[in-house]
């Protein structure tokens, strides 16, 4: 069975404050991992994709990172607008349908 | 071009009561899915479709029902309401034969059954 865990749980920030949000997985072969942000009262919406082991994304100030084992997020001088939930999902296996997420980082960042 | 549209957004039921959540999606997708969202859960897949007039059990399908008729559109039922329903439900929909795997959401149903 697919394995993914997002950690911290959350994260609070000062603006300007870079950090990373830490994806592991635990799959047997893997398709691509996704990263999307969720607003409050929103549905999540796609920022990445990710298919082989030491890609990188890149999209204003998220940078998106692919190891055999984990996925990192980092945010380089957030400002507050970059408050969201991040969600982590991959997608595995012969199948090209089924995601499985990650229970996500609800990053605050602070004026 | 709205994308995946979810109706109602909102929605109280008593227990034992039914409803029929909608989704509509206006991109030609193949897939569509319903999955809802706890806290500290993460997203849960219900059930899902390949194309028009199948569907499949997902993770959590126990309490629900699913049809799609047309292509565009995915139902979601509860035919007998219960408290552990009260969630968040999302619908996405995925392109397929392009290599990219990339799921598209609604904004959600927010349901609370009392």
């Known amino acids: 069975e697919d394995q993914v865990t997002q950690s911290p749980e959350a994260l609070r920030l000062q603006e300007g404050e870079s950090s990373s949000l830490n994806c592991s997985y635990t799959v047997s072969g893997l398709r691509g991992l996704f990263w999307y942000r969720q607003d409050p009262g929103k549905g999540p919406e796609f920022l990445f994709t990710l298919y082989s082991a030491g890609e990188e994304k890149e999209k204003e100030r998220l940078k998106a990172t692919l190891t055999k084992k984990e996925s990192f997020l980092h945010i380089t001088a957030p400002k507050p607008e970059d408050s969201a939930t991040y969600l982590c999902a991959v997608q595995a296996g012969t199948n090209d349908y089924k995601l499985s997420f990650g229970a996500g980082t609800t990053v605050t960042v602070r004026a | ?99 990219r795997y990339i799921q598209y959401f609604g904004a959600g149903t927010r349901l609370s059954v009392l």
């Open chain 2, 1 to 99: 071009n709205a994308g995946v549209t979810q109706t109602p957004k909102f929605r109280v039921l008593k227990t034992g009561q039914s409803m029929t959540l909608l989704c509509a999606q206006d991109m030609n997708h193949e897939y569509m899915y319903w999955y809802r969202q706890d806290p500290g859960m993460g997203l849960r897949l219900i059930h899902y479709s390949v194309g028009e007039g199948t569907t499949a059990k997902g993770e959590v399908p126990d309490g629900y029902n699913v049809s799609r008729l047309k292509k565009q559109n995915f139902l979601l039922g509860l035919e007998s309401a219960a408290p552990s329903q009260t969630s968040v439900y999302f619908c996405a929909s995925q392109v397929t034969g392009t290599g």
